[in-house]
């Protein structure tokens, strides 16, 4: 009598196929991290933007304790879960998964946000790229607004603020709702800074890959929908605006005294762009108020600096 086995069953089957198929094509492993939080509205589109790619990637979401459907929904896909018991926010969820697999065969980390939709060969193009450019840590995609037809409004600006170098942009900055970062890039620069719970994490993580001699691209000929509002009020903008002076002072490529200069300087410039934009004195003393109380810190801030470089 023939025993016929079910080898789909096994639990290394699935394992070995997939590392023989890493070996037979040659493909990179990738891990693509998302952080979740009432994310009902997109978080479908984004996962199965995810499962559909042309470049295959092992998916882990972790949920900022979402109050909504979101939980419900990533069942439904093929993904390594992770609960947070708070919305401890976008760095720190980050950090939880980067944490885990800083030691695992992984090759590229592709962070995304849930209400980020991927064209299917984008994350292919990525890691084609991240191959034929090693002096680069983090490769992100070009960002459009949430119908695909402009680049999203933001986005536009790091653009502008970039180096033409053919078919990428050389830039200094931009934000991490796409990125895909090296095994280098996490190797030296480390995780994002705790410093930073909602916004500036990206910006400090950047300076940061650049302390460490590692460039940041914008590829040509790709494509994500980044599916977001582009409002801002004027609290916003003032919380924005003391964010982007913590990261000033946390800038591992500026000395004390430079931060300190550049701080103050900031602080002048941004209350004059932000009364111009809304016509509020409030945001003069409230940025003046903050830069008193980082200056305050200084000495701290310069430890924490140096324990992220």
Not at 31 to 59: P, Q
Not at 254 to 265: A, E, M, N, V
Request: hydrophobic share 40%.
């Amino acid at each position: 009598m023939i025993r016929v086995t079910d080898f789909t069953n096994h639990p290394l089957f699935f394992f070995r196929i997939q590392i023989y198929f890493i070996f037979a094509t040659g493909m990179k492993k990738t891990a693509t991290i998302i952080v979740t939080y009432n994310g009902e509205k997109w978080i479908e589109r984004c996962l199965a933007s995810v499962v559909h790619s042309t470049y295959r990637s092992d998916l882990f979401v972790i949920d900022n304790s979402s109050t909504d459907r979101t939980l419900n929904l990533v069942k439904n896909f093929p993904l390594h879960l992770e609960k947070l018991d708070i919305n401890a926010g976008f760095g720190f969820a980050n950090n939880v998964a980067l944490k885990k697999l800083e030691n695992s065969n992984y090759d590229y980390f592709f962070l995304i946000n849930q209400d980020v939709y991927l064209e299917e060969n984008v994350l292919s193009k990525l890691v084609n790229f991240a191959q034929k450019h090693p002096e680069m840590g983090i490769i992100a995609p070009i960002q459009f607004d949430g119908t695909g037809k402009n680049i999203d409004a933001n986005f536009q600006q790091y653009i502008n603020l970039s180096e033409d170098r053919g078919d990428f942009y050389s830039t200094g900055f931009c934000n991490a709702a796409a990125w895909l970062v090296t095994k280098e890039c996490l190797k030296k620069v480390g995780i994002f800074n705790p410093n930073f719970r909602h916004y500036g994490e990206d910006r400090n993580y950047c300076e940061r890959a650049k302390y460490h001699n590692l460039g940041i691209a914008i590829v040509k000929d790709t494509k994500v929908l980044h599916d977001r509002s582009q409002k801002m009020t004027t609290e916003k903008a003032v919380k924005l605006a003391k964010i982007k002076l913590l990261t000033i002072f946390l800038n591992p490529n500026l000395s004390q005294s430079q931060s300190l200069i550049s701080g103050f300087i900031n602080v002048f410039g941004i209350s004059k762009y932000l009364f111009r934009k809304y016509s509020s004195y409030n945001s003069v003393f409230a940025l003046l108020k903050e830069y008193i109380l980082l200056f305050k810190k200084r000495d701290h801030l310069e430890q924490e600096k140096n324990l992220q470089k």
